[in-house]
């Protein structure tokens, strides 16, 4: 077996949570502290992790960023090696990325190349954020590379698939949480109370108008509703509600335009249902924006190099990455790394196809090794 799928199984046993990745970046610390030190540096950020190869003859940075948060999901795959934090699960293929950022830094560790490389563990991917105030940290400041990227595995496309595209990738995306407070009391006395499950209702049921009739439909956006929180019994009339969600757009004036209609919506549902409503809209990510000419080149060079690669043009994703504040500060790209499986990604179920770790492994391997050398 690969050594890195190990690696990624005793990850896939530690999920934790954003900024809470204690064990995690002790496992990758141990790990690091392993490889021949005489090449390489470390440094730590909060939960995070950054290591420097030492270039040969450096005239710049490339660096390679892997995600480490786990998800608040019940596992429910079939593995041996599932994990062993209860309601915690690795549904986001972190556990890979990380594997994966480690199979490189290992291989380049032992034959560093001229330039420095730069491996980026960075912690709360799903949230609340670990990439923009990594990208404000001192640590990162001081070894801030020229170039970046990372991956994402794509349950969608087979083992041997990368896809990616030149400009817009991922979506601009902010959480949605709002909560509603009226009047509770008994079932059987409607008129004397304020209901807050209806008026949560009739609040989710108005949101999914803003995409249909306020959004250019060339224009795409999506608006959704995870989780709603109401009452305490059946017979029990509730007195507040949250509505909890996401926003995903692909142009920021879109997003200007969702945000105002909920604010309308909000208002709405104040007056007509008497309550009082507060929005919060959490964490938001900009887009991930591939540079041009460094896609194309990667995408040139996939395909000269490693006829074996199906290498696709994808579509736009509406799902986010704090990725895009690095991108929107260093030149770089991120693409889809095809892991074949029926589930998808934040599923209960998702069961990635580890071959997937070598193929990226091989791939990137090469690549680093031609961007840092120079004849
Ligand atoms: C790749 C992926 O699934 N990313 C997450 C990013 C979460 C952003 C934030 N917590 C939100 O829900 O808006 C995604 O859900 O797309």
Redesign the pocket.
Known sequence: MNPFVQIRRELHQIPELGFEEHKTQAYLLSYIQGLPQENIEIQTWRTGILVRVKGRNPQKTIAYRADMDGLPIEEETSYSFASKHPGMMHA?GHDLHMAIGLGLLTHFAHSPVDDHLLFIFQPA?????GAQPMLESEELCAWKPDMILAL?IAPQYPVGTIATREAVF??N????FVDFKGKGGHAAYPHLTHDMVVAASHFVTQLQSIVARNINPLDSAVVTV?KIESGTKQNIIAEKARVE????TLSMESMAVVKERIEALVKGIETGFQCEAEIDY????CQVYNDVPLTREFMDYVEKNHAKIQLLTCPE??????FGYFLRDIPGFMFWLGVDTPYG??HSKLEPQEEAIESALQVMTNYLEWKGTRE
């Open positions: 986001c991917e799903e949230g609340p954020g994402h991922f979506a995306t902010s959480e949605l995870g969600g996401t926003i995903r959490g964490c938001n990510y994703t509406m799902a986010g990455e704090d990604l934040h």
